[in-house]
């Protein structure tokens, strides 16, 4: 129930095309959701985080869309860029426990942007 | 900007040896984190840390691990006897500064632990 799944596992796109990974959860006392973005040898970095009482986030080239009902959520990436070849990884924890708020993470899904 | 840093960048140890690794959190942060990353695979919580004590740690947390924050600015992890499948990068982080909300966790650069 803890699980948060990924996909998918790897993604090929065209310079200033969309990317879109998805990632689904089962526990429903999650509420808090981030992407992290992760470059070869280096720390996940945050990249954008949306709790669930909006359907969507966007910053810059980055959207996140939620939907609560399906437990869902994904990460959309406008005009990609081979910069943005990475690691991306979802994540949730349920802040509102107070308690540690532990990150699950999902798989991780590999981009790669082709010029 | 602030960022967490994690010392060494890359830890060579032999098996039953205990390894200390370093980290140095966001200053004025109040929460404090371990993850690890076996190569390839996803990243997985191990331990949290929230005035001065475990607040919640993961099954790969056994008795061989340990968390310390020695004095204001450090927060350190031990494995006591390391074993083969110890291997990974290690993660620390930290979140709750006084801008931004408590959940938002901020990752260091990792220490690569290599046991042989």
């Known amino acids: 129930q803890q699980q948060v799944k990924q996909s998918p596992q790897s993604l090929i796109v065209q310079k200033g095309g969309i990317s879109i990974i998805n990632c689904a959860y089962e526990?429903?006392?999650?509420?808090?959701f981030p992407w992290y973005q992760q470059f070869p040898g280096k720390g996940p970095a945050l990249l954008i985080a949306i709790r669930p009482d909006v359907s969507e986030k966007k910053e810059g080239r980055f959207t996140i869309s939620f939907n609560k009902s399906a437990k869902q959520f994904s990460l959309h990436i406008m005009d990609s860029q081979p910069g943005d070849s990475a690691t991306y990884f979802c994540?949730?924890?349920?802040?509102?426990?107070?308690?540690?708020?532990?990150?699950?993470f999902g798989t991780g899904t590999q981009l790669k942007v082709e010029l | 900007e602030p960022e967490v840093t994690q010392t060494p960048s890359h830890q060579v140890t032999q098996m039953g040896q205990e390894v200390i690794l370093r980290c140095v959190p966001i200053?004025?942060?109040?929460?404090f984190y371990w993850y690890r990353q076996i190569l390839g695979q996803k990243v997985e919580f191990l331990v949290s840390?929230?005035?001065?004590?475990?607040?919640?740690k993961s099954e790969i947390f056994d008795d061989q691990f340990s968390v310390e924050r020695p004095d204001g600015s450090n927060f350190t992890l031990k494995i006591r006897s390391t074993k083969l499948e110890d291997s990974a990068m290690y993660f620390c982080?930290?979140?709750?500064?006084?801008?931004?909300?408590?959940?938002?966790?901020?990752f260091g650069p990792g220490t690569r632990l290599t046991v042989t």
């Open positions: 840390f929230y005035n001065n004590e475990i607040s919640e």
């Open positions: 200053s004025n942060h109040l929460y």
């Open positions: 526990n429903t006392a999650f509420d808090y």
């Open positions: 982080a930290s979140s709750a500064s006084l801008n931004r909300g408590p959940y938002e966790q901020y």
């Open positions: 994540a949730a924890t349920d802040i509102l426990t107070g308690g540690g708020n532990k990150l699950t």
